[in-house]
């Protein structure tokens, strides 16, 4: 076993135009005085990273790398959620999802698409650069809008959809490949990867890829009524990122799963700042540090009713108090008589025979 390092925090929630989240140097120091260790870096924002000169330059990334070691921390993983949206998105979407690609690529859903595929390769190069072995993701959806089909779902749709999924990661989970990182699905409503189920589909058509991994994130399967804890049995081997995000579940007899196309406040699923939800952390820790998990604990902050630099306060405290330091002896070790063979063979009786 080993100690799950952290705490980490995403800054995606935390970025802003004034100090000191205006850029990556003060909001890591930001980060540091609130007792965190490491950052996962959201890609997309030029206020931390230009993604293609990290994977170009070696001496960039060693920079960045360096800056964000001087201000006490580390880089846990790269997070390229959104351009991994624009791999494979169905065009009802197009509108809603152009804001996520720059201005030159809008419009255009098919150089969106190509953008996107290239900055995720990026992030495999850039990851290898800076010295990560995993990179957090979204799949992106094209049968999403068919989850709860009305009319039916036509016979080989979602084998279809599937399919096509597999054919555009196929080649980037290759690149991962040659660049020794792990990539990390969030799996998440809004993408065809949303439960364990769709996960293995994916899996299958993508030959079981070694990299096709996942990031762990309790909050979303507290939304959906599934099994958090159970889902770490099905799939510890392949978690590799984890996000400490809380979320509750309160259904009423006027609203449920779907939540009534209300704001966050008043849906029966709402997220929550970690220690105020109903995610069960202690029972998670100790299933992941059980199973072995290599990699980071990192805060997201999402919560319809905290202030986030509340939520980023508390947040370290709570990963850093939730972190099991793994024993390196059996607590029984007082008691031990010893033992060699003649010993064992005594205590069964099998001496005489």
């Not at 970025?15 to 003060?26: A, M, Q, R, T």
């Not at 599937?162 to 555009?168: D, I, Q, S, V, W």
């Not at 309160?250 to 997220?271: D, H, I, L, M």
Request: with cysteine.
């Amino acid at each position: 076993m080993r100690t799950i390092k952290g705490p980490g925090i995403f800054l995606a929630q935390f970025l802003g135009d004034k100090p000191p989240f205006n850029s990556l140097e003060s909001i890591c120091r930001w980060a540091k005085s609130l007792g965190f260790i490491g950052v996962q870096i959201p890609t997309w924002d030029p206020r931390c990273i230009d993604l293609q000169k990290a994977a170009e330059s070696k001496t960039y990334a060693d920079e960045l790398k360096g800056l964000v070691n001087d201000c006490g921390l580390e880089i846990t993983e790269l997070s390229t959620h959104l351009q991994g949206q624009l791999v494979a998105s169905h065009p009802a979407y197009d509108i809603m999802f152009d804001g996520f690609a720059p201005e030159a690529y809008r419009n255009n859903p098919k150089a969106r698409t190509e953008w996107a595929v290239q900055q995720v390769k990026y992030a495999a190069k850039a990851s290898q650069n800076l010295g990560l072995n995993a990179c957090a993701t979204f799949s992106g959806a094209l049968l999403w809008h068919t989850f709860n089909p009305w009319p039916q779902r036509p016979a080989g749709l979602v084998e279809t959809g599937f399919t096509e999924l597999a054919k555009r990661w196929l080649p980037i989970l290759n690149v991962f490949d040659e660049c020794g990182v792990d990539l990390c699905y969030e799996i998440h409503p809004g993408e065809d990867l949303f439960d364990g189920v769709t996960y293995e589909m994916f899996l299958e058509k993508v030959n079981n890829h070694a990299r096709a991994c996942l990031l762990y994130d309790p909050s979303h399967f507290i939304l959906q009524c599934l099994d958090y804890l159970a889902y770490i049995d099905h799939y510890h081997e392949r978690i590799r990122a984890f996000h400490v995000k809380d979320a509750e579940f309160n259904p009423t007899g006027k609203q449920g799963v779907y939540g009534g196309y209300q704001s966050w406040v008043n849906r029966a699923g709402r997220f929550r700042s970690p220690g105020d939800g109903q995610v069960n952390f202690k029972a998670i820790f100790s299933k992941l540090t059980a199973y072995d998990y290599p990699g980071w604990a990192v805060m997201e902050w999402e919560c319809c009713l905290k202030h986030p630099e509340d939520g980023a306060k508390e947040g370290a405290a709570f990963i850093k108090n939730n972190i099991i330091r793994v024993t390196e002896k059996a607590f029984d070790d007082f008691a031990n008589t010893g033992s060699d063979e003649q010993f064992n063979r005594s205590i069964l009786g099998l001496n005489n025979q």
